[in-house]
Nanobody, 125 residues
Framework: QVQLVESGGGLVQAGGSLRLSCAAS????????MGWFRQAPGKEREFVAA????????LYADSVKGRFTISRDNVKKTLYLQMNSLKPEDTAVYYC??????????????????WGQGTQVTVSS
């Protein structure tokens, strides 16, 4: 079992930055591929970014490539999402997720085993 708790969301103007954190507890954090997803009102939850167990390989949705950076600290058992040049369309609840395994980062929601409760990000125009 892995427990995930997101933090760092908030209200920011377009063009601004936020850094989300996801603190993990429970089993060995480094045994998990980690991902960020988001869900806007009335829309399905969508993939944002993912990172393999060591942090050496990352994967991004086209909509955030070049603006967002995913990283992890396996000692602190924490996942991060640095979000720059934010746009109003980035407004959503952001969730972190964990998938057991040592393979590459995954983009499919169904592959993830554990989810956090989400943190709201609102970007004003």
């Amino acid at each position: 079992q892995v427990q995930l708790v997101e933090s760092g969301g908030g209200l920011v103007q377009a063009g601004g930055s936020l850094r989300l954190s996801c603190a993990a507890s429970g089993r060995t954090f480094s045994n998990y591929i980690m991902g960020w997803f988001r869900q806007a009102p009335g829309k399905e939850r969508e993939f944002v970014a993912a990172i393999n167990w060591s942090g050496s390989t990352t994967l991004y949705a086209d909509s955030v490539k070049g603006r967002f950076t995913i990283s992890r600290d396996n000692v602190k058992k924490t996942l991060y999402l640095q979000m720059n040049s934010l746009k109003p369309e980035d407004t959503a609840v952001y969730y972190c997720a964990a998938k057991y395994g040592l393979g590459g980062p995954a983009a499919r929601r169904a592959e993830y085993d554990y989810w956090g409760q989400g943190t709201q990000v609102t970007v004003s125009s």
